[in-house]
């Protein structure tokens, strides 16, 4: 009686496990379960086992790989265009099946469109793995958010360079200047003409201190 009570119907055993009858299916069909046939024909499975790691495994391997790529602006074409490259050769090699999502924009601009689309597959449980380039292409400041995300969600974040991101005088310029300018405008207003021109005044001091030896 105890080893029977284990054994249910295929419709119980999806419910009990959170997964869709057709994934139990293809479980079967890729000899990852092996249902018990009655007299009568009908499938049963044994919850027993059916272990909790092989269920994750197979929700993960069920979703996709994100291989996200950044630069700052348009006229970094050519070096989104080697990201994207780079990527596509390291998820081709590892056998995954991928989409690239792009975008060019600050490092600290997080309204990108490709970023919200990233973030929304995360947090929809659609993707399964995250490929970078450089931990900084994704953000340049609160990645480790994100990492967070990813961990929750069961993501695994593949970084293929782990060294420092090369970034140019003028990506760094262009990143500072943006923390700038959203941050000032949002304490003193950034219509006032006063306040435009020390928003103004800082941005020079900024260039200056980069553009420094």
């Not at 292409?137 to 782990?162: D, M, P, Q, W, Y």
Request: glycine share 6%.
């Amino acid at each position: 009686m105890i080893i029977m009570s284990r054994l249910v119907s295929i419709g119980v055993a999806a419910k009990a496990l959170g997964v869709s009858i057709s994934t139990l299916r293809r479980w079967e069909r890729t000899d990852r379960l092996h249902p018990i046939l009655t007299k009568g024909g009908h499938r049963r499975y044994d919850i027993a086992e059916i272990s909790p790691e092989k269920i994750h495994k197979e929700r993960v391997s069920d979703r996709k790989t994100i291989a996200y790529a950044r630069v700052s602006n348009n006229g970094k074409k050519r070096d989104l265009e080697s990201q994207k490259r780079e990527l596509e050769s390291f998820c081709e090699n590892n056998g995954w099946s991928y989409e690239i999502i792009s975008d060019m924009g600050s490092g600290v601009n997080y309204q990108k469109q490709g970023l919200k689309r990233l973030i929304n597959s995360i947090a929809q449980n659609e993707s399964g793995r995250l490929v970078l380039t450089h931990k900084d292409c994704l953000i340049r400041l609160g990645a480790e958010l994100i990492f967070s995300l990813c961990e929750a969600k069961n993501v695994e974040v593949v970084i293929i360079n782990k060294g420092e991101w090369e970034k140019s005088d003028e990506d760094l310029a262009e990143d500072i200047l943006e923390m700038i300018t959203v941050f000032a405008s949002r304490l003193y207003g950034f219509r006032n003409p006063k306040n435009k021109k020390l928003i103004d005044d800082i941005k020079d001091v900024a260039l200056d201190s980069i553009s420094k030896p």
